[in-house]
């Protein structure tokens, strides 16, 4: 039932500016945590940023805190990621993925349900 559809990422270089976005299907968002993740050739997924819908609590993974901003927008069912002063090391496909009950706010294995993926490429 739940779908969900990543957009707005491409190539920009080091210290650009992206917005992701994930739309949602089929649920109603406000009972879903949304999280992004992310993956590089070579390397594990690892946790960007998530939010509790339903409350708006917030997690940021060390490597973006203070660069990106995770919001959402519950009329359009879509949750969006800011992504400010882009680094090389950002490099990856990034995915959103939701999950209804959670605990643990961040943690990829506990999300279900998982986007296609958009690319993000910072390079010069």
């Known amino acids: 039932q739940l779908q969900l559809v990543e957009s707005g990422g491409g190539l920009v270089q080091p210290g650009g500016s992206l917005r992701l976005s994930c739309a949602a299907s089929?649920?109603?968002?406000?009972?879903?945590?949304i999280g992004w993740f992310r993956q590089a050739p070579g390397k594990e997924r690892e946790r960007v940023s998530c939010?509790?819908?339903?409350?708006?609590?917030?997690y940021y993974a060390d490597s973006v805190k203070g660069r990106f901003t995770i919001s959402r927008d519950n009329a359009k069912k879509t949750v969006y990621l800011q992504m400010n002063n882009l680094k090389p090391e950002d490099t990856a496909v990034y995915y959103c993925?939701?999950?209804?009950?959670?605990?643990?706010?961040?943690?990829?294995?506990?999300?279900?349900?998982w986007g296609q993926g958009t690319q993000v490429t910072v390079s010069s």
């Open positions: 089929g649920v109603t968002l406000e009972r879903y945590a």
């Open positions: 993925a939701a999950e209804r009950s959670l605990i643990r706010l961040c943690v990829s294995l506990e999300y279900h349900y």
């Open positions: 939010i509790r819908t339903s409350d708006g609590s917030t």
